[in-house]
């Protein structure tokens, strides 16, 4: 497991963590939506590296068995974890602040546009 990170992984990793938590925060979602494309797209993970690292930052809560098969196949990055989970908490916080913050009908039409540009960008881009 190489626990060595560049400055830019670093910042991307904090960068993710920080807009999964606020997206969470906002709209209940952050994981599938957010932290595995962006950690397949920005830091070049396989999807099953992804996968395993967004269920391994939830762990406790979410998925520990099945974060633990990903472990146990070698697709489960726990440094870039628990950096994106710290980061989770923090961007959690204000994005429910923001989410507080607005009109419930505005953010169910954010959350309906956040849905449909994830899902043209699978269907059209996906490799």
């Given at each position: 497991m190489n626990l060595k990170f560049s400055m830019y992984e670093l910042v991307v990793l904090m960068l993710i963590g920080i807009s999964a938590g606020i997206l969470s925060g906002m709209f209940g979602v952050g994981g599938g939506i957010l932290i595995v494309p962006a950690l397949v797209f920005f830091l070049g993970m396989t999807q099953h590296e992804a996968q395993g690292t967004s269920l391994g930052l939830m762990l406790l809560p979410i998925g520990i068995l099945a974060a633990y098969n990903y472990y146990q196949s070698g697709n489960l990055d726990i440094k870039a974890g628990l950096i994106v989970a710290l980061f989770f908490v923090i961007g959690g916080y204000?994005?429910?602040?923001?989410?507080?913050?607005?009109?419930?009908?505005?953010?169910?039409?954010?959350f309906g546009i956040l849905m449909l540009l994830v899902s043209l960008r699978l269907i059209f881009f996906a490799k």
């Open positions: 204000f994005g429910s602040k923001i989410s507080l913050s607005i009109n419930e009908q505005f953010i169910k039409r954010l």
